[in-house]
């Protein structure tokens, strides 16, 4: 969970997964989070890769491991 006033990120590092695994994410506070890539880390989402607003949840699930991996963040996201 991220519970805080400000603007926050969260982000995604190559060798914290596996394929197969996800995490979910929730924004409590009132700070907009924002899913940030990690070096040679893609992360797929529409619209975009911040939750939309306060209480919004999403999850990141792992398509490909390994040393560039791919993710998909699902859930209540915006583009900004």
């Known amino acids: ?29 009132a700070g907009k989070t924002q899913i940030v890539a990690g070096a040679s880390v893609t ?7 911040f939750l939309r607003a306060q209480y919004s949840a999403s999850t990141l699930i792992c398509l490909i491991g390994g040393a560039t991996p ?6 209540d996201t915006s583009a900004t």
């Open 43 to 49: 992360i797929n989402s529409t619209p975009g890769l």
């Open 70 to 75: 791919t993710f998909l963040l699902t859930g």
């Open 1 to 29: 969970t991220m519970s805080v006033a400000t603007a926050n990120t969260v982000t995604v590092n190559a060798s914290l997964f596996s394929a197969g695994q996800q995490v979910s994410i929730a924004q409590i506070g």
